[in-house]
Structures are given as structure tokens and as C-alpha cells.
Nanobody
Framework: QVQLVESGGGLVQAGGSLRLSCAAS????????WGWYRQAPGKQRELVAE???????NYADSVKGRFTISRDNAENTLFLHMNNLKPEDTAVYYC??????????????WGQGTQVTVSS
């Protein structure tokens, strides 16, 4: 029904950059909130960034000024541009899509995750 596939994770030195991608397929026309979450070992999953269908964005304080969330609507792809990476950014990053309101039943979908490791 809905498939989200992340890519772009890897190992990078502190201060470096990565771009994560999330390719969406299936019945996605009614999904109106897209985001990236991350989970480090022993910690709860946390919101990194969100973007709504209207283009509004929301970022965790820890990544403001360093990360940018964007969408390529023509390719149904969500991106997370990560700059000036820090060791504390190390986590599994997950793509997320939600269906809220608009007369549709609520939905919540996740990708499989991609590992980001930042070395000091």
C-alpha cells in the first residue's frame, strides 16, 4: 500500500555532510506530513524534522541550522540534508509519512531505517 525506502546513510567524520533520501511508492496521494526521525542505542525515537504538504517545516532544536528537510514532488522523494555532523547525530534514521485529517482515515508509515555514524 505504502512503501518508504531510505538510503544515503554511512560513516562520516565530524564536520562532514550526508544526504539521506526516502523514496515513496504506493498509495501516497493522501499523505500530508512527512518527516525524519532517529533513534540512538538505548534512547527513544525522536523527531528530527518534518515538512507538511503546505511546505511548513519543523526541526528539533539540536539540528536547527545544520539539517534541511525537503521534497522532490516529481520523484516522490523526501530528503534530509545534514551538514556539520556531530558524533551525537549517530543513530538509525527513519523516514515517516502520516495521513491526518482531510477526510481520510489516519495512517502512519515507516521506512526500514538507515544507519548514520559520525566519528570524532
Amino acid at each position: 500500500q505504502v512503501q518508504l525506502v531510505e538510503s544515503g546513510g554511512g560513516l562520516v567524520q565530524a564536520g562532514g555532510s550526508l544526504r539521506l533520501s526516502c523514496a515513496a511508492s504506493g498509495i501516497i496521494f493522501s499523505l500530508n506530513i512527512w518527516g525524519w526521525y532517529r533513534q540512538a542505542p538505548g534512547k527513544q525515537r525522536e523527531l528530527v524534522a518534518e515538512i507538511s504538504s503546505g511546505g511548513s517545516t519543523n526541526y528539533a532544536d539540536s539540528v536547527k541550522g545544520r539539517f534541511t528537510i525537503s521534497r522532490d514532488n516529481a520523484e516522490n522523494t523526501l530528503f534530509l540534508h545534514m551538514n556539520n555532523l556531530k558524533p551525537e547525530d549517530t543513530a538509525v534514521y527513519y523516514c515517516n509519512a502520516k495521513r491526518r485529517g482531510l477526510g481520510f482515515a489516519s495512517g502512519d508509515y515507516w521506512g526500514q531505517g538507515t544507519q548514520v555514524t559520525v566519528s570524532s
